[in-house]
């Protein structure tokens, strides 16, 4: 089974200041890949970043990178100069094998999330 | 054009009644998901699809059932809704394909009285 904990309910950060919201996740799975997702107060879901268990270097898009370390088995989420628009939810995900054959149907597993506020 | 769409947006029911909610794409996805989502629990799956008539069970889907007639068309139907199933119900689509992830819809917020 697999397993994501987002373990800081809440966090808060002064704006233009970076933030890394934590993740770790439990797998036994060789192949995965890991997500995250940003959901602001309209409730829309956001991809931001994907990183591949395979994938050598981290991953990064724009002010989001994704700082992994595979065998501590987290996936932290970092965001450079954070601005008021970066105030939502933010979930991380894994999709991993679905059974021992390494058959995927794609189903992504959530944590419980990490809201982040950003002040002026 | 948004590729999914579910609706209603929002629905108010009562306990007992069955519910149908709806997702359509237009990605021609094989693969699409319901979800709920709680505070304090994320985002659980429900029931799942990897094709048309091929449907399997997630995490929490007691009370939940679904159906798949066409590619492009992923239903959720509570039986007979309890207070415990109101929640915010995410419908996605995902290519199931090394860095895509889910595509997901706008969500329906259903509160069961």
């Known amino acids: 089974a697999q397993k994501i904990t987002q373990t800081q309910p809440g966090m808060f950060v002064q704006e233009k200041e970076a933030v890394t919201l934590d993740c770790t996740y439990d797998?036994?799975?060789?192949?995965?890949?890991l997500f995250w997702y940003k959901q602001p107060s309209s409730g829309e879901m956001i991809f931001l970043i994907y990183?591949?268990?395979?994938?050598?270097q981290n991953a990064t898009e724009g002010r989001y990178s994704l700082n992994f370390q595979k065998a501590r088995k987290s996936a932290n989420l970092v965001i450079s100069a954070s601005q008021l628009g970066d105030s939502a939810m933010y979930f991380c995900?894994?999709?991993?094998?679905?059974?021992?054959?390494?058959?995927?149907?794609?189903?992504?597993?959530f944590g419980q999330g990490t809201i982040l506020t950003v002040h002026p | 054009d948004a590729g999914i769409t579910q609706s209603p947006r929002h629905k108010v029911t009562e306990t007992g009644t069955p519910v149908t909610l709806r997702c359509h794409q237009t990605?021609?996805?094989?693969?699409m998901y319901w979800y709920r989502q709680d505070p304090g629990h994320g985002l659980r799956l429900i029931h799942y699809?990897?094709?048309?008539?091929?449907?399997d069970k997630g995490e929490v889907s007691d009370g939940y059932s679904v159906s798949r007639s066409k590619t492009e068309d992923f239903l959720l139907t509570l039986e007979s809704a309890t207070s415990s199933q109101t929640s915010v119900y995410f419908c996605?689509?995902?290519?199931?394909?090394?860095?895509?992830?889910?595509?997901f819809g706008s969500g329906t917020r259903l509160t069961v009285v």
């Open positions: 996605a689509i995902s290519r199931n394909q090394g860095s895509y992830g889910y595509t």
């Open positions: 797998t036994s799975d060789p192949s995965y890949g």
């Open positions: 990183q591949g268990s395979y994938d050598q």
């Open positions: 995900a894994m999709r991993g094998a679905d059974d021992a054959g390494g058959t995927s149907y794609g189903k992504l597993t």
């Open positions: 990605e021609n996805h094989r693969y």
């Open positions: 699809s990897y094709g048309v008539k091929d449907t």
